[in-house]
């Protein structure tokens, strides 16, 4: 049974940073691609960063660009963004999810597993 558990969320003044992580088991984290995604409400799921098996290729819109980071430790099965200069448009909850192939992927479709969210909350 594939697992994704989310973790980092909180509520922090605008400008500030949060280091999300998401905790993947049950299959074999390192052949696999993964993403971070966010919805707020009354809003879609919106992309927010990708990251290949490797992590030698990430992508980001250009919402998040130069604020997040996303990066992989495959020893620890573990995910991570990092989110600096946060503004209050980026609150949401923030879902981690895992492809079933290798490549980046940019859209909720192209994800498979997921995990049940983390609030991020950014006061002005």
């Given at each position: 049974q594939v697992q994704l558990v989310e973790s980092g969320g909180g509520l922090v003044q605008a400008g500030g940073?949060?280091?999300?992580?998401?905790?993947?088991?049950?299959?074999t984290f390192s052949r696999y691609a993964m993403g971070w995604?966010?919805?707020?409400?009354?809003?879609?799921?919106?992309?927010?960063?990708a990251i290949n098996w490797s992590g030698s290729n990430t992508y980001y819109p250009d919402s998040v660009k130069g604020r997040f980071t996303i990066s992989r430790d495959n020893a620890k099965n573990t995910?991570?963004?990092?989110?600096?200069?946060l503004k209050p448009e980026d609150t949401a909850v923030y879902?981690?999810?895992?492809r079933v192939n290798?490549?980046?992927?940019?859209g909720p479709t192209d994800y498979y597993y997921w995990g049940r969210g983390t609030q991020v909350t950014v006061s002005s």
């Open positions: 940073s949060l280091r999300l992580s998401c905790a993947v088991s049950g299959r995604f966010r919805q707020a409400p009354g809003k879609e799921r919106e992309f927010v960063a995910v991570y963004l990092q989110m600096n200069s879902y981690c999810a895992q290798s490549g980046l992927g940019f």
